[in-house]
């Protein structure tokens, strides 16, 4: 199974990371930013494509976004930005940033919910994946909203 390596604020050696043996890094994409460190634009995604490393992205604006927020935004705001960068048609994971196992059936509904407004604006399940602890990936992943 292929290994990756995601990193925020702080950016690590790409080489470093190569050569460290992991084939990807997961990198966040948000509300396009060209002032923010966090979000992947398109001169470091050359610099990790140039490096032999492939990309995932992430969406996430706080912890919690995915109880509140509609996933059917998140889910245009996020494509336009992978369209912006090349990326088309590359899955995009939603990260829920939160243990799961303390949410009450109100939020795992709204994570439910985001997902799966999120699939049916980018495409389906296919172009949908969740980022987070085994349970959340126990939960969601696997249904028709959510592949990955």
Not at 15 to 41: E, H, M, T
Not at 77 to 95: D, E, F, K, Q, W
Request: charge should be negative; charged fraction near 20%.
């Amino acid at each position: 199974m292929p290994e990756g390596l995601d990193y925020s604020f702080s950016h690590p050696s790409l080489q470093c990371v190569r050569n460290s043996g992991y084939q990807f890094v997961a990198r966040y994409i948000g509300d396009p930013d060209p002032n923010s460190l966090k979000y992947l634009d398109a001169a470091e995604l050359a610099r990790i494509t140039a490096v032999g490393l492939s990309v995932v992205v992430v969406r996430e604006t706080t912890a919690g976004f995915m109880f509140t927020d509609s996933g059917r935004d998140h889910a245009i705001v996020s494509r336009a930005h992978c369209n912006a960068l090349g990326l088309i048609g590359i899955p995009i994971y939603y990260a829920l940033d939160v243990d799961p196992r303390g949410l009450s059936q109100s939020q795992r509904n709204a994570v439910t919910k985001f997902l799966q407004d999120a699939a049916a604006v980018d495409g389906g399940g296919k172009n949908v994946g969740l980022y987070g602890s085994d349970d959340a990936i126990d939960w969601w992943v696997g249904h028709s909203y959510c592949k990955y």
